[in-house]
């Protein structure tokens, strides 16, 4: 099959390449580093194995793009207003998009621009900075979980073309778990996000701070238990053992800035809706409300309107 990654930055980049090393036919849509990746190529910093692709298809301008049988959706979710004019011209007609974004609801929103059987989900286990024009740094982990998106996110089971995706990125060394329930998978990725994106910022801390210090785990906590009851509200149930998973997974990474805390650092807009908003929205449509989870979600909007006058 043949791949368009639509943002090469940390992620689409990292997972890009790895798809063109494996010996696939990659596309990648870029925005500042256009000119510089066209004449040099990408290059891949990892603990596994540093890697360069002297050679790329680099394209600023989705209609110069050919049309491809996956369209990696891999921008920020604060570009996703763009979506309507990027995705039309790249995908095939009998093409997929997959949306390997952080957050809640955007599946269903691509799925108003390419039609519901051309949409799946993908969650990234995956710590990776981009450090220069074409060049990622992948630090720790890989790991996608992929998920079929169906109309009100009903669980999809596991389809012909997730096995086909999944073959693909397990060839280019990227472990998959395929999900039946891709709304069950979301929720239980915001069980992370939620509280170490969000503190990373308020409390200007890296993963390994907040797990040191007795009351910000406790709040972590909290803010988990919170994201259980809104997958609850829409009739998802994470056990209490995934928690325990999540926070030993957590003590045991490398030191880590969240992306969120990258982009707070660099005075780049949040991920607040696709990360806070929805998640608040949908639960809050169903009558649960989160208070935790808002307050943190209003004092990030703060946080972010003045992180980003300060850049005029
Ligand atoms: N990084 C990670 O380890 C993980 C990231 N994620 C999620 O993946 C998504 C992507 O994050 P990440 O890769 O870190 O973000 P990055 O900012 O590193 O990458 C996004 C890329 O999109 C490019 N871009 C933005 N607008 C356009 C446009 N109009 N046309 C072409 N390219 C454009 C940016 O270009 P430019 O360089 O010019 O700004 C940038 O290189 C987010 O939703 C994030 O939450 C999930 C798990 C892990
Ligand atoms: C869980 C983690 C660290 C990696 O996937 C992430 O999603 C992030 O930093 O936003």
């Known amino acids: 099959m043949s791949y368009a990654i639509l943002g090469t930055g940390a992620l689409g980049g990292y997972y890009g390449a790895c798809l063109q090393r494996s010996g696939l036919d990659v596309h990648f849509l870029l925005r500042s580093d256009c000119d510089r990746v066209r004449t040099h190529g990408l ?9 360069t692709l002297p050679q790329v298809n680099a394209y600023n301008d989705t209609a110069k793009m050919p049309q491809c049988d996956v369209v990696v959706v891999a921008l920020k979710t604060t570009q996703n207003h763009l979506l309507p004019k990027l995705l039309p011209p790249v995908v095939k007609d009998d093409g997929v998009v997959l949306v390997l974004q952080n ?10 621009i390419v039609g519901n059987n051309r949409v799946m989900g993908g969650l990234c286990f995956l710590c990776a900075n981009k450090v220069g024009a074409g060049h990622i740094l992948h630090l720790d982990y890989k790991e996608i979980t992929l998920g079929e ?33 891709l709304l069950l998978a979301r929720w239980k990725k915001l ?14 801390a890296t993963t390994n701070e907040l797990m040191a210090d007795n009351s910000a785990c406790n709040l972590v906590e909290d ?24 926070l030993d997974h ?29 998640p608040l929205q949908v639960a809050r449509n169903a009558g649960v409300d989160l208070p935790k989870i808002a307050t943190l979600y209003q004092q990030l909007k703060f946080l972010d309107a003045k992180n980003r006058q300060a850049n005029f």
């Open 223 to 246: 803010l988990m238990r919170e994201v259980v009851l809104g997958a609850q509200s829409q009739e998802r149930h994470i056990a209490d053992k995934f928690l325990v998973q999540m």
């Open 103 to 112: 957050g809640l609801g955007i599946e269903a929103e691509v799925a108003r």
């Open 191 to 204: 069980v992370w996000n939620i509280p170490y994106n969000g503190l990373s910022v308020i409390l200007d």
């Open 250 to 278: 957590t003590v045991k990474m490398k030191p880590y800035r969240t992306s969120m805390k990258l982009d707070y650092d660099q005075k780049r807009p949040l991920e607040l809706e696709a990360i806070f908003g929805n």
């Open 43 to 51: 290059v891949i910093e990892s603990p596994d194995d540093d890697f």
């Open 149 to 181: 998106y169906t109309p009100n996110y009903l669980a999809g089971g596991i389809s012909a073309r997730m096995r086909q995706i999944a073959a693909d990125f397990e060839g280019a060394g990227i472990p998959i778990k395929l999900a039946e329930d």
